[in-house]
C-alpha cells in the first residue's frame, strides 16, 4: 500500500475552508481541476465527477464530519486501485485551519507505484494549497 500525506494551512477558520471543501462546484476555482460536479446522490453515499485535461476521475464519498473530516474512495480513472482518502480541518491557535490530506491505494500496474505517488502527491499538495488560500481570499474579502 503507497501513502500520501500532505499539509497546508490557513489563516481562514474551519468552517470556511469546509465550505469550499463541500461545494464540489467550487473545486475548479481553487483546484487543478477543469471541471468538477455532483454525478449523484447526496452526502454520505454521493458521486463525484472530476475532469482535469483528459483525465476524468470519479470519487463516492465515504464520511463528512463538518467542519472537520472529509472522506473519500476512488472508483475509476486513474490506473490505482484501493484508493481511500480523508481530509482533515483542525482549529489553529491563530483561529486558522491546520489542513491534512492523507491518501493510501496500490497501482494497477507493477512498477508504478512509485510514479504515480509522485504525481499524486504534487496534485493532492496543490489542491490542499489551494483550497487553503481560496479560504483567506473569501474570508478576508
Given at each position: ?64 464530519e ?50 504515480l ?25
Amino acid at each position: 500500500m503507497l501513502e500520501i500525506d500532505v499539509e497546508a494551512s490557513s489563516s481562514a477558520a474551519p468552517e470556511r475552508v469546509w465550505a469550499l471543501l463541500a461545494d464540489v462546484g467550487s473545486w475548479p476555482t481553487w483546484a487543478p481541476f477543469d471541471d468538477a460536479q455532483v454525478e449523484s446522490g447526496q452526502g454520505v453515499g454521493e458521486i463525484r465527477r472530476f475532469r482535469s485535461g483528459r483525465v476524468t476521475s470519479r470519487e463516492r464519498v465515504v464520511a463528512l464530519e463538518p467542519p472537520r473530516r472529509f472522506a473519500y474512495e476512488f472508483l475509476s480513472g486513474l490506473p490505482i486501485r484501493d484508493y481511500q482518502a480523508e481530509v482533515t480541518l483542525a482549529p489553529t491557535a491563530e483561529a486558522g485551519t491546520a489542513i491534512r490530506w492523507r491518501s493510501s491505494f496500490r497501482a494497477k500496474i507493477p512498477g508504478t507505484g512509485w510514479v504515480l505517488r509522485r504525481n499524486l502527491t504534487k496534485f493532492i499538495a496543490k489542491t490542499a494549497e489551494g483550497l487553503a488560500r481560496e479560504a483567506e481570499q473569501r474570508a478576508h474579502g
